[in-house]
């Protein structure tokens, strides 16, 4: 069974279409809220709108019974970090990808 949790998600709409969007899954389990994407279009960043979403969603894992927020980033995604940060989540671990070449 899958966990995508289409009610906790959200999409933002704007008049000239879709400016951002939030897509969670529900982990029972852990009882976690988990956002798998989030995402601004480029013309709608920088006025609030990643924030407006994650904090829909934290307000919608809490009505569900979710006690905690989680996702994933990039270690180099500086301006995530920070948002990430300024709405109180922190690091629990990291993970380090290896590759090979040819």
């Not at 904090?55 to 920070?82: P, W, Y």
């Amino acid at each position: 069974m899958h966990d995508l949790a289409p009610e906790l998600s959200l999409i933002a709409s704007r008049e000239d279409g879709m400016a951002g969007f939030i897509l969670t899954r529900a982990w029972e389990s852990e009882r976690a809220g988990y956002i798998d994407i989030l995402a601004v279009h480029p013309a709608h960043q920088g006025r609030g709108l990643g924030t407006f979403l994650l904090q829909t969603a934290f307000a919608r894992f809490a009505a569900a019974g979710l006690r905690e927020a989680q996702l994933g980033v990039m270690s180099n995604n500086q301006n995530a970090l920070r948002l990430y940060e300024r709405l109180g989540m922190c690091p629990r671990f990291r993970v380090h990808t290896y590759e090979r070449a040819g």
